[in-house]
Each structure stands twice: as C-alpha cells, then as structure tokens.
C-alpha cells in the first residue's frame, strides 16, 4: 500500500466518546487525504493536508478535525462521535496535487463502527 | 448527484468476457482516472487520461474519454476471477482556484470463474 499505513485498523466505541484516527507515509509525500467511504456513496473527502500545519476542509468536514505536525502523520479526530460516522476511514497522499494530475495511493483503511 | 457516476452500478460477467464501465460527469475535467478497490483494502490507481486524450491503453485495460459527452469507458479485455473488485472513476477538476479529485460511488465487478 505504497508506504502507507492507518491505526487503528478496526474500532469499535461509543457515541459521545472522541476518537482518533492515525495516517503514516513514508514516502515524503506532500499531499495527505482523509476520506470515508459508505455504501452508495463512493468516497467523499473529510479533510486534506498540503503541507505540515497546513489543512483544508472536505465535503463532509462537519464533526471531524485534523493535525499535522510532521511530514508522515496526519491525524483525523471525531471530537464526538456519532452512529452516522460509523464508516471505512481512508488516508491517501499525493506527491503533489496541483496541476490536475493528482494521482493518489491509498492506506489499507480504517473500519470505525460507533454504538 | 455527484460529479462522477458509473454505470452500471454491479455486473456479474463469466471469465474469458469482456467488461465494459462507463463514468459520466458534469463539468470540464483536467483528468479523469480509474482507481480499483478489492474487498476490505483500499483503492489503487488504474490509469489516467488527460482531457485532451481520446484513448489509453494499459495491459488488458483500454480507456476512453469523450468530453464532448462528459464521458469515459473503461473496458477491461478477457477478464479473470482476480479481475473481481469496485472500480472507481475520479475527476481532476479546478475548483476555487486549485485542483480537487472528486470520486464516484463505483461498479462492482464479478468474474465468475
């Protein structure tokens, strides 16, 4: 999975309780994408990163934040989770995404189930 | 509805056949890419076609991209039971200024061996 790695890889919790999801790269990619993918819906984009410290919202941004400190890690919190983000999590990164030719490489994903 | 849709929404086909998935989308694209997603991972990239190409060819995958309709195909020759996955079309559009890649819901394949 092109150097890309995701924990937790399977969690289970709580509504009300808050969460964080961790995305890893070793490749020294610039770009960094959060997405969740549910049934119907294809994959829709939570936030993204281009640069350390340096964050943008998605299209489904609401109930989520994110962080990054360091060129590798990009995390993704649910300050409140809720059953409707009972989802497949996905990190993905991009060399560059400018230019229109932003091909990306995908993490092994995240199965987060809230009760 | 969303920027990229494919069509059909599953096909079940037998080894041997071809398969044929279509992306139709909304507005002028940079690029247009296929991603695959087997079961329980994530996605991987297929191959890109730039808005000025017709056709691309990658294996046993063929590509076309008509903007003219907003559309693109992607046909996958003689397939196999490893063939059996989610294909996704994504869009490289410019949005506010910068470039955004916007996914489709996908089309199940099933090869029957």
């Known amino acids: 999975d092109a150097g890309i790695t995701q924990s937790p890889r399977h969690k289970v919790t709580e509504t009300g309780t808050p969460v964080t999801l961790r995305c890893h790269q070793t490749?020294?990619?610039?770009?960094m994408y959060w997405y969740r993918q549910d049934p119907g819906h294809g994959l829709r984009l939570i936030h993204y990163s281009y640069g350390v410290k340096d964050t943008d919202k998605g299209e489904v941004s609401d109930g989520y934040s994110v962080s990054r400190s360091k060129t590798e890690d990009f995390l993704l919190t649910l300050e409140s989770a809720t059953s409707s983000q009972t989802s497949v999590y996905f990190c993905?990164?991009?060399?560059w995404g400018g230019g229109g030719t932003d091909t990306q490489y995908f993490g092994p994903g995240t199965r987060l189930t809230v009760l | 509805s969303q920027q990229g849709e494919e069509d059909p929404q599953a096909l079940s086909i037998q080894e041997g056949e071809n398969a044929t998935m279509n992306c139709s989308y909304k507005t002028s694209i940079n690029n247009l890419q296929w991603y695959r997603q087997n079961s329980g991972r994530g996605l991987v990239h297929l191959i890109l076609?730039?808005?000025?190409?017709r056709e691309k060819h990658s294996g046993r995958l063929r590509v076309t991209l008509d903007t003219s309709k907003k559309s693109s195909s992607l046909l996958i020759t003689a397939s196999r039971a490893a063939d059996t996955a989610s294909y996704f079309c994504a869009t490289d559009l410019l949005i506010g200024g910068g470039f955004k890649t916007i996914f489709g819901a996908g089309t199940r394949l099933f090869v029957k061996a």
């Open positions: 076609i730039r808005s000025n190409e």
């Open positions: 993905a990164i991009s060399a």
């Open positions: 490749e020294n990619h610039r770009y």
